[in-house]
């Protein structure tokens, strides 16, 4: 092994990559976390005039086979590696004491280890245990990913099993709103102070605490008495409803965050390419498995709540164990200064401009009409489309595995054809843009087609499937891309308290979207008709507001293309 020490400012020069790597562990107390794998055949960094001299200097397998002549070169002004067939090449400040020189290390010094473990294989290490350590770095985000998954499985059917119990048991929208605020609320304060938790005590932690708060919000609602309803206890019931799912809010947020989070802590900062492609995936995955959860939720209450509930402790309880035994409480730490709640709020403007307009796009323009409305238009036998629970829980499971789908193939599928992949602020305006058309349509057909009006009964179901379709596909893409911008504005380290802000903003629309909606369908226009039409005018404007908000992001490079041969943005 070669050990070489370097002033640590020139370290964080050179930058991240991938193999074949130099791994450079920095000594010195305040960079004592970092490790930073290089490239060897893109580390070219940038060029001073006012740089030192430079000293080559050869590391390789083993010191026979090094090659050339150690010499300074005062020609050469920047940092350089290069390589041979046998040796790698690594050009450093020639002002820095050296164990050639036999000087004294320089104060602020780095060391910098090469070793047969940077270069492939160890010696008299099998295929198998190779491939082993290679990829014991995705550990935790195969553990978290799953545990999110299952718990985003209860999430949905928790949420269909309250709102179709109590449409059955004769609440209306607005009484079911408010059952669902503390829910919202929850997660509003949530994700702000979990964002503390995970920066403070690790991804672990917030995990754990949000699976073990789920088994308690679904065991509440065993209590849930169908004589309240019966007997004028209507308060009764709303109270204690909305108290187990502020349990289950408070869950939801807790759990999103290691699944959002972990993301980023695995796939290097350079690889934009590739995280978008893995953010998209996890976050197109788990909204595949809460459509999965809506159609489970409405098909077990057909043969019994109790049953239902039951089913969904089953699911969280197995994501448990993994967590618990396959998890470091260090994942997910901010290392570099002791994080406070005034930190927390003080975010990059970048973040704080993409939390606006998730407030306003994925919040209420979605959750205006989606959550609550539309299942109780669905469901409505005089003036909706009066089907079935186990129909309305189809057409609601339908959207969200067709959204996680589209949200996770957009990369490939969508932007890299249009050359909009890695995205940036112009391809989130676009998109933006987009999804306004949806509500704009459905606004029209509810309030003035005579379609609805007259309930022409096949020509509604028509009208309903394809507005909902081209909304939940643009919808899609545009939260692919959003996903995508959070993560990447985010800070390496502080990842849990950018995202966890970014999600509170999230719940805050959600929270807005959901009391207003219930309001808007049961107290706008004359009935549900004009009611729902009025849900689907806020949501046009909403989304509206957010493609405004979008413009304002600091996030210019890269242009807009839509295809090889047309650039809309330079």
Known sequence: MFQQRIPEKYVHDIGMGCSPLLRISVGSAR?????????ISHLCTRHSTASPPLIPLHCCRSPSAVTGQQHYDSSNTHTEVGHSSNALEVKVPCGVATASDGGPPAEDAAEVVVSDADFGRRENETHKEYLKREFSALKPFVIISLSYILYTTTDGAVRMIVLLHAYNLGFSAWQVAIMFSLYELAGVITNLLAGLMGARWGIKATLLTGLTLQLCGIGMLFGWQESWARNNETAKAIIFVTAAQMLCGIAKDLTKLGGKTVTKLVTPDEKQSRLFKVVSFITGLKNTMKGVGYFIGAAALTFNYYFALALLLLFVAAAMPWAIVGLSNKLGRARKENVKLSTIIRQRYNVNVLSVARFFLFGSSRDMWFEVPLPFFLRDHIYGLGWQRVAVGALLAGFIILYGQVQSWTPQLVLQPLKQSPANKYVQILWNALLTLAPIFM???????PVFITHQLQAMTGVMIAGILVYCVLFAVNSSVHSF?????????????????YYMANALGRLTGTLVSGALYSFAGANAVYGLGWCFVASV?????????TVLLKDDMGGLMCGSKLRLVS
Not at 31 to 39: I, L, R, S, V
Not at 485 to 501: Q, S
């Open 31 to 39: 960079y004592a976390h970092a490790c930073t794998h290089m490239p």
């Open 443 to 449: 606004a029209l057909m509810l309030l003035v087609s």
């Open 485 to 501: 911008l959070i993560v990447k504005y985010a800070d390496g380290d502080k990842v849990a308290m950018n995202v966890g802000f």
């Open 541 to 549: 404007a909403f989304a509206a507001i957010s493609t405004g908000l």
